[in-house]
């Protein structure tokens, strides 16, 4: 009887352990499975679209990314000695590295602005579109005076009429700010505030800063520096 007794107790012990355990260990399948069912529906190792990388091209041996690229160039009366025609080389050169997802324009300044395209707004870079640039470079001659601000400020719309998300302001020159009509030191400043606030979507502009006599290099390092681009010195 009294073994009768111990194995009774020692069955109803059993349970109270086992019991407890079994509850314990279905309430966490039923957690396992509503955590699965929560998740979204890529944990699973869908890949995320990476964002496209951006074009690579090279300018007066200078390196330069993105998918919009506006020139803004210098054709005053210190280019005439054969530096405008190296400007135009190198462009041409650059612009047929252009694949056809890249936009771009061209602007030269010297104390008027002519550009390209002359719509105004920038250019895919088909094939075709590409030998229209080129054809048109070919026509630039120098000019006289050196109005950089509005060949800037040209630059700027054009970088703002882009569709593309990393457009790049390339500005070439030798820090002149001698325009026609107007103090050099004040058209200067002038030129660092107004350009720097039309840039309001703060496109990046990095400057070339070319030629051995009288370069205003001070000029280069603050256009650039205050639109978040660098400075090139190029002799």
């Not at 300044?109 to 088909?126: C, F, H, L, M, N």
């Not at 950089?148 to 998300?165: C, D, P, W």
């Not at 001070?218 to 681009?229: E, H, K, P, R, V």
Request: charged share 20%; glycine share 10%.
């Amino acid at each position: 009887m009294r073994l009768l007794s111990v194995l009774f107790m020692s069955l109803v012990l059993g349970l109270v352990v086992v019991l407890p355990g079994a509850v314990v260990a279905q309430e966490g399948g039923q957690a396992a499975t509503k955590e699965n069912l929560d998740l979204p529906f890529d944990a699973f190792g869908q890949a995320e679209e990476e964002e496209e990388a951006p074009e690579v091209v090279f300018f007066y041996g200078q390196q330069f990314e993105g998918d919009g690229f506006h020139f803004c160039l210098d054709r005053s009366s210190s280019t005439a000695q054969g530096e405008l025609e190296k400007e135009k080389r190198e462009a041409i050169q650059t612009i047929s590295q252009f694949s056809s997802k890249v936009q771009f324009s061209v602007v030269f300044y010297d104390q008027q602005v002519i550009k390209w395209p002359g719509t105004g707004r920038p250019a895919e870079a088909s094939q075709g579109m590409k030998s229209s640039a080129i054809a048109w470079l070919s026509t630039i001659v120098p000019g006289r005076g050196t109005c950089v601000r509005e060949g800037l400020l040209e630059s700027i719309r054009f970088a703002n009429r882009s569709s593309t998300q990393r457009n790049v302001v390339i500005y070439l020159g030798d820090g002149g700010t001698t325009c026609p009509g107007h103090n050099s030191a004040q058209y200067g400043q002038q030129t660092l505030s107004q350009v720097t606030g039309a840039n309001f979507k703060r496109h990046r502009l990095d400057a070339i800063c070319v030629g051995s006599d009288s370069v205003n290099v001070t000029f280069c390092q603050q256009i650039s520096a205050l639109n978040g681009g660098t400075m090139r010195r190029v002799q």
